[in-house]
């Protein structure tokens, strides 16, 4: 099936640094992409939608400036936290969407093995 | 009002017994899905399975049944004969609009504990 693959798996970073998080589509083009943020025995909040080739679609509430979002192309999609500090600490996790899938709506949707960042 | 909602935040289920994880939903559109996801400790979403509001027929894959009660508006997932690697959290999501979006709203999920 559909693999999307996030680099990189952890990450420790001292406040202040900017960190970037891939999200790729191994097997399948996406032209849509999800971020989603998680904080620890929480549920995923989704952050924003990445849109090959346009800007992103923000939530309410998250702070596009901080929370960057490339989607340059079909297969890859980045999320850059940008001057980072320890409350962005997190399980930040992707999941694409391949058109071209033959399971139907269920098996349209994949998610990448997640990313967590800790920022000291 | 919580779109995705998950009453169960722990459970503890004897292996080989079944389990049933709540989940009921809120939402105006006639066309939406509904997806239960396991995320073990390892942090990956691993998609069970899934029930479109148009089924007539509640979903099944393998162990893994979704009792779909529509007027009810609620989509609860059946473990049977649990297994100690089925220990994980489980979330419930749904979609709505149709397929195009793709955009899945989760539960708060319900951390589950088999015990041998």
């Known amino acids: 099936g559909a693999v999307v693959s996030q680099h990189p798996s952890w990450v420790i970073c001292k406040s202040g640094t900017s960190v970037k998080i891939e999200c790729r589509s191994l097997?399948?083009?996406?032209?849509?992409m999800f971020w989603y943020r998680q904080f620890p025995k929480q549920s995923l909040m989704l952050m924003a939608t990445?849109?090959?080739?346009?800007?992103?679609?923000?939530e309410q509430g998250v702070e596009k400036d901080k929370f960057l979002i490339n989607h340059a192309s079909l297969t890859l999609s980045t999320l850059t936290v940008t001057s980072a500090h320890p409350e962005d600490s997190s399980f930040y996790i992707c999941?694409?969407?391949?058109?071209?899938?033959?399971?139907?709506?269920?098996?349209?949707?994949?998610f990448g093995e997640g990313s967590r960042l800790t920022v000291l | 009002a919580q779109k995705i909602t998950q009453t169960q935040p722990g459970m503890f289920v004897q292996e080989k017994e079944a389990v049933t994880l709540d989940c009921t939903y809120d939402?105006?559109?006639?066309?939406?899905?509904l997806f239960w996801y396991k995320q073990p400790s390892s942090g990956e979403m691993i998609f069970l399975i899934y029930?479109?509001?148009?089924?007539?027929q509640n979903a099944t894959e393998g162990r893994y049944s979704l009792n779909f009660q529509k007027a009810r508006k609620s989509a609860n997932l059946v473990i049977s004969a649990s297994q100690l690697g089925d220990s994980a959290m489980y979330f419930c999501?749904?979609?709505?609009?149709?397929?195009?979006?793709?955009?899945?709203?989760f539960g708060g999920g319900t951390r589950v504990l088999v015990k041998p």
């Open positions: 029930q479109g509001s148009y089924d007539e």
């Open positions: 097997d399948f083009q996406a032209t849509t």
């Open positions: 999941s694409a969407r391949d058109f071209g899938g033959s399971q139907g709506a269920a098996g349209e949707l994949f």
């Open positions: 999501a749904m979609r709505e609009g149709g397929a195009a979006g793709n955009k899945l709203t």
């Open positions: 990445s849109n090959e080739g346009s800007k992103a679609t923000y």
């Open positions: 939402t105006s559109d006639q066309s939406y899905g």
